[in-house]
C-alpha cells in the first residue's frame, strides 16, 4: 500500500471519530433540550419555531450521516426555477445520495418518513436533476435516502435511515 493510501485511510478514520463524538454531543443536547419549542418561549411565532427545529434536526442528521461515513458536499439545495429544496446532498462510497431529512417532536402527526409522500418525491426528483445537470454528474449512480428523527425532550433521539427509499439509478 502506497503511503498516501495509508494516510486516507488515517484521515478516514480520525474524521469518523470526529464524526461520531460530535453526533454524540449533538444527541445528548437534543435528548436533554428536544428539538422543538424550549421551555418559556412562547407560540407566537410558529413559523421561526419550525425552521429552528428544521436547522436542528438537520444538523443532528448532518453529524449522524457523517458518523455513517457519508461526505456531505452540499446543505439545503435550492432549485434556481424554485422547484424545491434538498436538505442534505453526500457521497456515500461512489454513490451520490440525495438526502430528505424529516423529524417529529411529538407523537402527533404518525412517522417522520410518511411526510415524504409522493408529490414530495416529484418535487425531490426534480431538484435532484437539476443539481446533477448543474454539476454535470449525469452518469454518476445516484439514490434518495430518508432519514428520519423523532426527538422527544428528555429521550435520546430515534435516527432511521432509509437508503434507496425511492428512486435512483
Do not use: C
Request: charged share 30%; proline share 4%; no cysteine.
Amino acid at each position: 500500500m502506497a503511503g498516501w493510501e495509508a494516510a486516507r485511510i488515517r484521515e478516514g478514520r480520525e474524521v469518523k471519530l470526529f464524526a461520531r463524538a460530535v453526533y454524540a454531543l449533538v444527541s445528548r443536547l437534543a435528548a436533554r433540550r428536544g428539538l422543538g419549542r424550549q421551555e418559556g418561549e412562547t407560540e407566537t411565532d410558529e413559523r421561526r419555531q419550525r425552521l429552528r427545529t428544521g436547522v436542528r434536526a438537520e444538523t443532528l442528521a448532518y453529524w449522524y450521516l457523517r458518523r455513517q461515513g457519508y461526505i456531505i458536499v452540499r446543505r439545503n439545495f435550492r432549485s434556481p426555477h424554485g422547484r424545491g429544496e434538498i436538505d442534505l446532498i453526500g457521497w456515500d462510497g461512489d454513490v451520490l445520495a440525495f438526502i430528505e431529512v424529516k423529524a417529529r417532536t411529538t407523537a402527533s402527526g404518525g412517522p417522520p418518513e410518511a411526510a415524504v409522500n409522493p408529490g414530495k418525491q416529484h418535487k425531490l426528483r426534480g431538484t435532484a436533476r437539476e443539481y446533477l445537470i448543474r454539476h454535470r454528474l449525469g452518469e454518476v449512480p445516484y439514490r434518495f435516502d430518508v432519514l428520519a428523527l423523532e426527538a422527544r425532550r428528555g429521550s435520546a433521539p430515534v435516527v432511521r435511515l432509509h437508503k434507496g427509499a425511492f428512486g435512483g439509478t
